[in-house]
C-alpha cells in the first residue's frame, strides 16, 4: 500500500528533483579526487589506488551496514547531514555562537523539509527503510524541539550583531522556500542550489592555484560519469524487483549515505585540516 502510494504520488516535478540532485549535485562530490590529490593523498600511483580502495571501501560498508540496520542507518545519516551541512556556514564564525549557527543551518534542512510535508517525508522514510518510520520520526521530533530553541537564540544574535544577518535571512528563505515547495524538490533546490555551490566556492581556489584545470576537469568528470554509470546500472538491475522511479530514489538517497561518509571524512576532516596547517604556516 505504502508502495503504491508512493508510486502515484510521484510526479513529473518529482523526478526533474531527483535528476538535478544526480546531475548537477554530484559532481560536488566528484571533486574528491582533486582534494585528494591537493592533499598529497593522490600524487602516486600507489597512494592513488589506496586512497580510492580505502574511499569505496567506506561507501560499500555504508550500503552494507544500511541493509542490515535500515532504521539506524538514516538516523545516522540525517544525523551527519545535520553536521556536514551545518559546518558550510559555521566555518564563518567562531566561538560557540558559531555551534549554535552551525546546528540550525544543518537542521534547516532535515527538520524545514521534514516538519513541513510530514506525510509525503514520513512516507519516504519508510520506503527507504522498508517499515515503519515512527523511530526516525521520534528522532525528528526532538531535533525540531532542539532547533526552535536554538533559532531563538540565533535570531537574539542576529538582531544585535548586524554580522550574524546575513546567514540569518539565509536560513529564514530557505524555511519559505522548504513550506512552498514540495520535499524532493525542496531537498534538490538547496542541494544543488547552495549547498553544491557553496561547496565548489571554497575549493576551486586551493585546488586551482596548485592543480591544473585540464587535471580538475578531467577527474570531475571522469568519477562523475563512472558514478554514472553505476547508479544506472544498480537501477536496471533494481527495475526487475521494484519499478524505475522506486528504484531511482532508493538508489539516490542510500548512494548519497554511502558517499557522505568518506565525502565529509575528505572535506570537513583532512581538507580543511590542511588549510588550517597551511594557512597557519604563512607569514
Known amino acids: 500500500m505504502l508502495l503504491n502510494s508512493l508510486i502515484s504520488d510521484f510526479s513529473t516535478l518529482d523526478f526533474a528533483a531527483l535528476m538535478a540532485i544526480s546531475l548537477i549535485g554530484l559532481p560536488h562530490g566528484a571533486a574528491d579526487g582533486a582534494i585528494a590529490g591537493y592533499i598529497g593523498y593522490t600524487r602516486q600511483p600507489g597512494s592513488l589506488f589506496k586512497f580510492f580502495g580505502l574511499y569505496i571501501a567506506m561507501a560499500v560498508l555504508v550500503i552494507l551496514f544500511w541493509m542490515l540496520f535500515p532504521t539506524i542507518s538514516l538516523m545516522v545519516f540525517l544525523t551527519i547531514s545535520i553536521i556536514h551541512f551545518g559546518l558550510d556556514v559555521a566555518r564563518t564564525k567562531q566561538g560557540w555562537m558559531s555551534l549554535v549557527q552551525g546546528y540550525a543551518h544543518g537542521c534547516v534542512v532535515i527538520v524545514g523539509i521534514s516538519q513541513c510535508h510530514k506525510e509525503e517525508v514520513l512516507q519516504i522514510y519508510s520506503f527507504l527503510i522498508g517499515k515503519d518510520a515512527g523511530p526516525v520520526w521520534v528522532m525528528i521530533d526532538f531535533i525540531s524541539i532542539i532547533f526552535l530553541i536554538v533559532l531563538v537564540f540565533y535570531t537574539c544574535k542576529a538582531i544585535l550583531d548586524t554580522k550574524w544577518r546575513l546567514e540569518f535571512i539565509e536560513l529564514l528563505v530557505l524555511l519559505i522556500l522548504f513550506s512552498q515547495f514540495p520535499p524532493l524538490v525542496s531537498f534538490a533546490?538547496?542541494?544543488c542550489g547552495l549547498h553544491s555551490v557553496r561547496h565548489f566556492r571554497n575549493i576551486w581556489l586551493p585546488l586551482r592555484n596548485t592543480i591544473p584545470l585540464r587535471n580538475i576537469c578531467l577527474q570531475i568528470a571522469s568519477f562523475t560519469c563512472i558514478t554514472w554509470a553505476l547508479g544506472g546500472l544498480i537501477i536496471w538491475l533494481a527495475m526487475f524487483q521494484v519499478s524505475a522511479d522506486?528504484?531511482?530514489?532508493?538508489?539516490?538517497?542510500?548512494g548519497l549515505a554511502a558517499l557522505t561518509v568518506?565525502?565529509?571524512?575528505?572535506v570537513d576532516g583532512l581538507y580543511h585540516r590542511h588549510l588550517s596547517v597551511t594557512s597557519f604556516g604563512k607569514p
Open 246 to 254: 522506486v528504484a531511482f530514489i532508493r538508489i539516490i538517497f542510500i
Open 262 to 266: 568518506p565525502h565529509m571524512i575528505l
Open 189 to 191: 533546490i538547496y542541494f
